[in-house]
Every structure is written in C-alpha cells, then in structure tokens.
C-alpha cells in the first residue's frame, strides 16, 4: 500500500498543469477522465486528459508504456480496441504494434501505474478484449492470430499455454475482438476478408475452433457486444460510394454462427469504421470518419437498430478525420479522437440521445499515427 501512494503522489506531482483547452456548458457531476495513444514508433505513450471540477479538460500526464507503436500517419493500425478498459474500469491495456507487445495498467483514481508489458506471442497486435481474468490479444500482421491470457491480481499476464488461434487468412486484417457480456463467446473482424469470426471460449481460457461467417454488409470494421449479448458491427460500406456506411446487430448462435437482427442500416456517413455501446446498452454512437459526423442508434430489446433523430447526431469540425470512439463510463459523454485535427472531439449525450459538441482539446500532433481511446 505504501508503494501505491508513494507512486501516486509521483505521478501528482509530475503531472503537466496545461491551459484548459475546452469548456463544458455546465459543471460536470463529477471529473471525466479520457485516454488516447500515441503509437508512437519510438516511444508509446498513453495521454491523459482530465476534467476540472467545472468542466474544463486539460492533458494531465502522460504515460510511457515501454513498448513501440507502428507510426503512420491517420488510421495505421486499421483496428478498434487498441486501447481497452477493463470491465470494471480498474486495468488499461495498451498494444504496442511496433513492439509486439501489450502494456497493463492499474488505473487508480484516473491516474496510470504501469503494472507490466508482455510479449504477444505475434505480429502488431492492434486489439486487446479482457472477461474477467481472461485477456486476449489480436495480432494483425502475419498469419493474423489471437492469443490468450491469465491476467493476475497484480496486472502481470501469463500466456495460457497452446492458446493460440488463427483467423481465416493471412493477410485477413483482424481489426477488432470482444467478449460477450457471459463469457461464452469472442467475436473478431476480419475487415480485408470482411468476414466475422466466432470463437467459443473454453473453461480453461482457450477458444474453439474458429467458425467464419461471411459478412453480409460490405466494409465490415468493428464490432462491440451489448450487454444484452447483441453483436453491434461498424460498416465501411460499399468502396467508392458517398455516405454509404452502415451498422448492423446480429445474435450469435450456440453454434457460432450470426444472425441478423437488424443488417445494414445507414449512418449517413462515410467511413464508419468505430463504434461505442453506452454502458446500459440502450445506445450506440458510430464515428463516420471520412464526413466528420457522429451517428446515433437506439438498440432495442430484440436488438433491433432504430435511428436517433435524422441518424446524424453530431458533428466535428470538417476534416477532422475522426476515428475511434468512446463512451465515457457514467454514460454522460462521447470522445472521438481527430487524428487529422490533432485533437479530441468531446460532446455531451442529450436526453433524446443527441450529441452536444463542446469543443476540442487540442494540442496533439496532425495525422501523426495516434491510435486507440478509452474513457472513464
């Protein structure tokens, strides 16, 4: 417990006292605290901003997570999930692409204490999904692989032995990874096969053999698990067409197999390739890259996709090249992160499930290779 402290008074006292960038309308309840990564190729960071009690949000410290990033320019991993939460808001995970590593954090009243960085047992792991004390690693790059592990009380990970599974194809492009809310089952995305990939998670950890179902939506991204078990996905669309992307839901099967529930429903936007499930799962916000726009669905009982208002719910400034998205954890807020713009794009969530935008928090590199975010 000592050593605890003594590292959270550390990380107060070496914590950057930056201008406040934005302003919230209003008073928060209470602070707000958002992650985004660097992927930096020489040095992986993981940045914090924080919101003062009256609603403003200043970068509060950055955090070294002792593994390479890929580098690039906008969008170089082509994933969702580089940056993970655990369930209970108590672990942050990090993929070091350039590195083969994943980096664990203890999150601890919104500060980072880094607890360990291990080896993926792959090439450029770009998404990271955790149940419990189960973690999984997707590796894009080579034979595209998943990996599992035993994550301890200490945040150490212990690779479970002859765990590793491939996906459909090299070169597939694994580009996302979640766990349904019982643990029974682990969804990837195969975004250049544009397949879905279902997996049956064993008692020990190790998963089942891999059961590919093609996806029936073109351009197909990422997908998240509602907590009623509903597979929420992100489509890109068909290549080449305006505002075309789309969402889909679907049910998995005890075999492993989909089905839709409601496929291919329109976002009015291009290049929705992220999505964000709120944590009582009445809502998920698409982050449509290409147009700058936010949209919004109701997920209704039977899973079912209903648009919130004209679908658009909310805008970044044009050419902000917004890409993944988040939710924060009292369902209040949605960040996107700008990575053409260098900038995090904030909005409260309206009663209606509209989006108000306020502001930016500035300051990050323009089309620098930044990956991954992760609200509190």
């Given at each position: 417990?000592?050593?605890?402290?003594?590292?959270?008074?550390?990380?107060?006292?070496?914590?950057?006292?930056?201008?406040?960038?934005?302003?919230?309308?209003?008073?928060?309840?209470?602070?707000?605290?958002?992650?985004?990564?660097?992927?930096?190729?020489?040095?992986?960071?993981?940045?914090?901003?924080?919101?003062?009690?009256?609603?403003?949000?200043?970068?509060?410290?950055?955090?070294?997570?002792?593994?390479?990033?890929?580098?690039?320019?906008?969008?170089?991993?082509?994933?969702?999930?580089?940056?993970?939460?655990?369930?209970?808001?108590?672990?942050?995970?990090?993929?070091?692409?350039?590195?083969?590593?994943?980096?664990?954090?203890?999150?601890?009243?919104?500060?980072?204490?880094?607890?360990?960085?291990?080896?993926?047992?792959?090439?450029?792991?770009?998404?990271?999904?955790?149940?419990?004390?189960?973690?999984?690693?997707?590796?894009?790059?080579?034979?595209?692989?998943?990996?599992?592990?035993?994550?301890?009380?200490?945040?150490?990970?212990?690779?479970?032995?002859?765990?590793?599974?491939?996906?459909?194809?090299?070169?597939?492009?694994?580009?996302?990874?979640?766990?349904?809310?019982?643990?029974?089952?682990?969804?990837?995305?195969?975004?250049?096969?544009?397949?879905?990939?279902?997996?049956?998670?064993?008692?020990?950890?190790?998963?089942?053999?891999?059961?590919?179902?093609?996806?029936?939506?073109?351009?197909?991204?990422?997908?998240?698990?509602?907590?009623?078990?509903?597979?929420?996905?992100?489509?890109?669309?068909?290549?080449?067409?305006?505002?075309?992307?789309?969402?889909?839901?679907?049910?998995?099967?005890?075999?492993?197999?989909?089905?839709?529930?409601?496929?291919?429903?329109?976002?009015?936007?291009?290049?929705?390739?992220?999505?964000?499930?709120?944590?009582?799962?009445?809502?998920?916000?698409?982050?449509?890259?290409?147009?700058?726009?936010?949209?919004?669905?109701?997920?209704?009982?039977?899973?079912?996709?209903?648009p919130i208002g004209s679908t658009v719910v909310g805008s970044n400034p044009p050419g902000s090249g917004n890409l993944d998205i988040a939710v924060s954890g009292?369902?209040?807020?949605?960040?996107?992160?700008?990575?053409?713009?260098?900038?995090?794009?904030?909005?409260?969530?309206?009663?209606?499930?509209?989006?108000?935008?306020?502001?930016?928090?500035?300051?990050?590199?323009?089309?620098?290779?930044?990956?991954?975010?992760?609200?509190?």
């Amino acid at each position: 417990m000592f050593n605890v402290i003594r590292a959270l008074m550390v990380i107060v006292i070496g914590a950057g006292i930056a201008t406040p960038m934005i302003s919230a309308a209003e008073p928060a309840s209470g602070p707000q605290t958002v992650f985004v990564m660097t992927n930096d190729a020489a040095k992986n960071e993981v940045i914090a901003y924080r919101q003062t009690g009256y609603g403003e949000f200043i970068e509060n410290h950055r955090y070294a997570t002792h593994g390479r990033g890929s580098g690039g320019t906008n969008d170089p991993l082509g994933s969702q999930g580089s940056l993970t939460l655990s369930e209970d808001h108590s672990w942050l995970f990090a993929a070091n692409a350039g590195s083969g590593t994943v980096s664990v954090f203890r999150v601890v009243r919104g500060f980072l204490l880094l607890a360990d960085t291990a080896p993926t047992g792959g090439s450029e792991p770009v998404a990271v999904a955790q149940h419990q004390n189960l973690v999984y690693v997707l590796n894009a790059a080579g034979s595209g692989s998943i990996v599992a592990f035993y994550l301890g009380y200490d945040g150490r990970l212990q690779p479970i032995e002859d765990s590793t599974v491939y996906l459909s194809a090299a070169g597939a492009g694994g580009a996302s990874i979640t766990i349904s809310p019982d643990g029974e089952f682990l969804a990837v995305t195969e975004r250049v096969a544009n397949n879905i990939d279902i997996f049956r998670i064993q008692p020990n950890g190790k998963l089942s053999a891999i059961v590919v179902n093609p996806s029936p939506g073109p351009g197909t991204f990422a997908a998240s698990f509602a907590p009623d078990g509903k597979l929420i996905v992100s489509e890109t669309g068909p290549a080449g067409a305006t505002n075309a992307s789309a969402i889909s839901s679907y049910a998995v099967l005890s075999g492993g197999t989909i089905a839709a529930i409601s496929q291919s429903v329109p976002t009015f936007g291009m290049a929705n390739c992220w999505n964000a499930i709120t944590p009582d799962g009445k809502r998920v916000y698409v982050s449509n890259a290409a147009s700058a726009t936010i949209s919004g669905f109701t997920i209704g009982k039977s899973g079912a996709l209903v648009p919130i208002g004209s679908t658009v719910v909310g805008s970044n400034p044009p050419g902000s090249g917004n890409l993944d998205i988040a939710v924060s954890g009292d369902g209040k807020y949605v960040y996107t992160l700008n990575s053409a713009a260098g900038a995090v794009g904030v909005f409260t969530i309206q009663s209606d499930g509209t989006l108000s935008n306020v502001g930016e928090v500035g300051g990050l590199p323009k089309s620098a290779g930044f990956n991954g975010i992760a609200a509190l």
